[in-house]
Each structure stands twice: as structure tokens, then as C-alpha cells.
């Protein structure tokens, strides 16, 4: 089955323990990216890639790492996460050449 | 920069009412615009592009360049159209950098 998958799908961690947020896909995408998404923000682009080791930023890349060392893997890095990192993240997929996404289950994250 | 504004947090429509969801956008060159749906416990998923120019569960949207918005239509509301809405743009060509929307829930009162 075609799909992308985040682990965990649910965090409570302390400030500053730094944690990684996994994301695979298996159709050979080209393109990915990390979103979180915010009550009365709906949903920010984090970090983007193009393809293995092209990343780019989004809107909101602060207190953020990424890495695309393979082309299915797509991990989101948190070094010191902050109270202010709490939220539901989205990691997504697309081909090149197509114009849809295909959205993760979401990786709900609490920092305190 | 590019912007999406999505006006309405939430929009309650009765059962077979027409329906409007409302997007405008900012963007200084040729956008792409998406209108993607979250129903309840599922995940984001494509509902239509502006370049498709289809009708999908009987929603269309069309791309209004002069007045820079992208507003998503139905005639008649059903109950399983609840759900989130949210606009996106990203610039044509297929770069992947992606501005969405704050969104709206739609509410279908049966």
C-alpha cells in the first residue's frame, strides 16, 4: 500500500532532550516536506526536499533540523526542543512532476 | 513573499444549501492553487487544483487572477462535506515550497 508514515504518532518529551521525528515513504518520491500545524495557523511549512541531500527551508525552520540522506526517509530533528515546538507535525510526499501531496498520520509532539 | 488568507475560521451551511468557502492569496508570480480536506480522523488529502478545472464531490474553484482569489463552491451542501478546508499556493512549476492557509471548518447542520 502507497503511503507515508511518521513515528512516533504521539510525544510528550522535556525541554531541551533532543528527539527525532521519523517519516518514510514507499513511492519513490522525490519531493518532501515537514508542516506543523497550530490552532489559527493552519498548517506551516517547516523544511522541504527536493531530493536526497537538497533540503531548503520553509516558513518556520527555526529550532528545526532536517536531513535526506536516502530517498525515502525524511527525519525531522529537534535539538533543544521548547515549549513553543508543541504541536501536531505533517510530513508529506509528491513526485515530481505531480502537483499532490500525500500527508502523513501526524505526529502529535508536547514539550514541557 | 506569498500569502493565503482564508477569512472564516468556521462556515455553518444547512443540509442543501449552497456553499463558499473563501480564499485570497498574495503572490507576485504565477501561482498554483490547491484546495486540500481533512476530514475527521483522516488524513489531509487533495481535494482540487486550479489548473484541473474539474469538479470533484461537486466542488469547484476557480482562479480569479484580478482579484487574486480562489474561492472553493458547492451547490448543495451534504453532511459528509464537514469537515477542514485549506487553500494553498505554491509557485508554478513545481517548486515545492508551499504556503496553506489557517483554514475552515465547514459545518453542515443536517
Known amino acids: 500500500e502507497a503511503q507515508v508514515t511518521q513515528n512516533p504518532r504521539y510525544l510528550i518529551t522535556v525541554t531541551g532532550k533532543k528527539l527525532t521525528v521519523t517519516c518514510s515513504q514507499n513511492?519513490?518520491?522525490?519531493?518532501m516536506s515537514w508542516y506543523r500545524q497550530d490552532p489559527g495557523l493552519g498548517l506551516r511549512q517547516i523544511y522541504y526536499?527536493?531530493?536526497?541531500?537538497?533540503?531548503d527551508k520553509g516558513d518556520v525552520p527555526e529550532g528545526y533540523k532536517v536531513s535526506r540522506k536516502e530517498k525515502r526517509n525524511f527525519p525531522l530533528i529537534l535539538e533543544s526542543p521548547s515549549p513553543n515546538q508543541t504541536s501536531l507535525y505533517f510530513c508529506?510526499?509528491?513526485?515530481?512532476?505531480?502537483?499532490?501531496?500525500?500527508f502523513g498520520p501526524g505526529t502529535r509532539l508536547t514539550v514541557t | 513573499a506569498q500569502r493565503v488568507t482564508q477569512p472564516e475560521k468556521l462556515l455553518s451551511v444547512f443540509k442543501g444549501a449552497p456553499v463558499e468557502l473563501k480564499c485570497n492569496y498574495s503572490?507576485?508570480?504565477?501561482?498554483?492553487l490547491f484546495w486540500y480536506v481533512q476530514y475527521s480522523r483522516q488524513r489531509l488529502q487533495l481535494l482540487l487544483r486550479?489548473?484541473s478545472r474539474e469538479s470533484i464531490k461537486g466542488f469547484t474553484a476557480d482562479l480569479n487572477k484580478g482579484e487574486t482569489s480562489f474561492h472553493l463552491k458547492k451547490p448543495f451542501a451534504q453532511e459528509e462535506d464537514s469537515a477542514m478546508y485549506y487553500c494553498?499556493?505554491?509557485?508554478?512549476?513545481?517548486?515545492?515550497?508551499?504556503?496553506f492557509g489557517i483554514g475552515t471548518k465547514l459545518q453542515v447542520i443536517p
Open positions: 508529506a510526499s509528491s513526485s515530481q512532476g505531480m502537483y499532490e501531496q500525500y
Open positions: 513511492m519513490n518520491h522525490e519531493y
Open positions: 526536499s527536493m531530493n536526497v541531500e537538497v533540503t
Open positions: 503572490y507576485s508570480g504565477s501561482p498554483e
Open positions: 486550479h489548473i
Open positions: 494553498a499556493l505554491r509557485r508554478w512549476g513545481g517548486y515545492q515550497k508551499v504556503t
